[in-house]
């Protein structure tokens, strides 16, 4: 079954820390790492995403690292501030799916002020 | 720029009634998703559409139905509500495009409760 793995499930950082979500796949024919940003009450929002063709994409305070022979992707969140408090999610899917999207579970990022 | 319109936003059902929650697009997307969210278990995928006329199922389409007529209408039938289907419903569209990504835009969900 394709499945994402998602961790850790809830995240307590204070302002100006780093935040950290890691992931990890087993379908090796999964070809886009796209990670969503859901506030409460509404839809998960693209927040960044990357392709296995990199090993890192820089979008600002936001950072994908992809490592491929651990099957494995990771977000950091530099800077964290309080408006960054969210739940996000990390998903993967493969070119031929009608980009069926196979989502982690989910981690709840609190960032204290 | 109304994006994914759902309605309604809140729904209690009684076990054994039905209902069809509504999914609407403005940006004349081909693919459109429905998906439920249950806490603790991300997004799971129920049925998809790659444009009208052309559904499939996903991960956990049974209780549910859908149908595609229009590029920018893809509602979700449920039949028979069971406690079990009570959650969060997201419906989404997106575009295949090489230069973005499979960017998928999300309805703001509806909350369904059966009891």
């Known amino acids: 079954q394709q499945q994402v793995k998602q961790s850790p499930q809830s995240l307590i950082v204070q302002k100006g820390g780093i935040s950290i979500i890691n992931c990890a796949y087993e379908?090796?024919?999964?070809?886009?790492f796209p990670w969503y940003q859901q506030f409460p009450g509404k839809g998960p929002a693209l927040l960044i995403a990357?392709?296995?063709?990199?090993s890192e994409k820089k979008e600002g305070r936001f950072t994908i690292s992809f490592n491929k022979s651990a099957k494995q992707f990771s977000l950091h969140i530099m800077d964290s501030q309080p408006g960054d408090s969210a739940t996000y999610f990390c998903?993967?899917?493969?070119?031929?799916?009608?980009?069926?999207?196979?989502f982690g579970s989910g981690t709840q990022l609190t960032v204290l002020p | 720029n109304a994006g994914v319109t759902q309605t309604p936003k809140f729904r209690i059902l009684k076990i054994g009634q039905s209902m069809t929650l509504q999914c609407t697009q403005d940006m004349n997307h081909n693919y459109m998703y429905w998906y439920r969210q249950d806490p603790g278990m991300g997004l799971k995928l129920i049925y998809y559409s790659v444009g009208a006329g052309i559904t499939d199922k996903g991960e956990v389409p049974n209780g549910y139905n859908v149908s595609r007529s229009t590029t920018e209408d893809f509602p979700l039938r449920l039949e028979l509500a069971a406690p079990s289907q009570t959650s969060v419903y997201f419906c989404a569209s997106s575009y295949p495009s090489k230069l973005e990504g499979e960017k998928l835009f999300f309805g703001s969900g509806t909350q369904l409760s059966v009891l």
């Open positions: 998903a993967a899917s493969m070119s031929g799916s009608a980009r069926q999207l196979t």
């Open positions: 990357i392709r296995p063709d990199v």
């Open positions: 379908n090796t024919a999964f070809d886009y």
